[in-house]
């Protein structure tokens, strides 16, 4: 069965800290990995995704295809990272799927 | 460029009633998306369009949901009879080609009494 799973629902730190929002997956095939995030009181919108291989708002990925990974990082989180992050496989035969996030809280 | 647009924002109905959702993709945009998040839960996948055509609805609950998109620009999700567990959050979403990147919606709150 295709799943992913972010195991943190919230992850609280202070800004300055770095963040790592996990996220293992288990697809059948060579899916291409998303990181979506939702800001307060703003829509779902694309972070970034693997195969571009860009750091987006200091953010990056690797993806980890041996451990089935795709974790987020940022090495210095700020304030306004405050937000729910959503890790999504995608595959060309399949719709995008979405883990069940994690809230991700800066405190200053 | 007008984004995904999603009407209405929040809607309040008993259970029983009926409710339909609409979504304005982008222009030009043949994949549209219907997505849903139940209160606390995950954001689940309902079905998929291009064009007019229905290419997944794998993910629709049961035959109380029906989705349309006559002409293949804006969509319909109706919901009859409506049931408390179907309260939530519908999220819309469209693509140019079916990669991943998708352009969603602000989403239709949906509360059912």
């Known amino acids: 069965a295709q799943r992913v799973t972010q195991p943190e629902k919230l992850l609280s730190v202070f800004k300055g800290a770095p963040v790592e929002l996990k996220c293992n997956y288990s697809?059948?095939?060579?899916?291409?990995l998303f990181w979506y995030v939702q800001y307060s009181r703003q829509r779902l919108q694309l972070l970034l995704r693997h195969i571009s291989r860009e750091s987006i708002k200091g953010f990056t990925a690797d993806l980890n295809k041996g451990e089935t990974s795709f974790h987020l990082k940022k090495p210095f989180a700020q304030e306004e990272d405050s937000a729910m992050y959503y890790c999504?496989?995608?595959?060309?035969?399949?719709?995008?799927?979405f883990g069940k996030g994690t809230m991700l809280l800066v405190s200053p | 460029e007008a984004g995904v647009t999603q009407f209405p924002s929040h809607s309040v109905i008993e259970k029983g009633q009926t409710v339909t959702l609409r979504c304005d993709p982008i222009?030009?945009?043949?994949?549209l998306y219907w997505y849903r998040r139940v209160m606390g839960k995950e954001i689940k996948f309902l079905l998929h369009f291009v064009k007019e055509s229905k290419q997944d609805e794998s993910g629709m609950p049961n035959n109380r949901f029906l989705a349309e998109r006559t002409g293949g620009t804006y969509s319909t999700l109706k919901v009859q009879p409506a049931e408390l567990e179907d309260s939530g959050v519908y999220f819309c979403?469209?693509?140019?080609?079916?990669?991943?990147?998708?352009?969603f919606g602000e989403g239709s709150r949906l509360t059912v009494l």
């Open positions: 222009s030009g945009h043949d994949n």
């Open positions: 999504a496989p995608h595959s060309g035969y399949s719709t995008l799927t």
């Open positions: 979403a469209s693509s140019f080609r079916n990669t991943g990147e998708l352009f």
């Open positions: 697809y059948s095939g060579s899916p291409e």
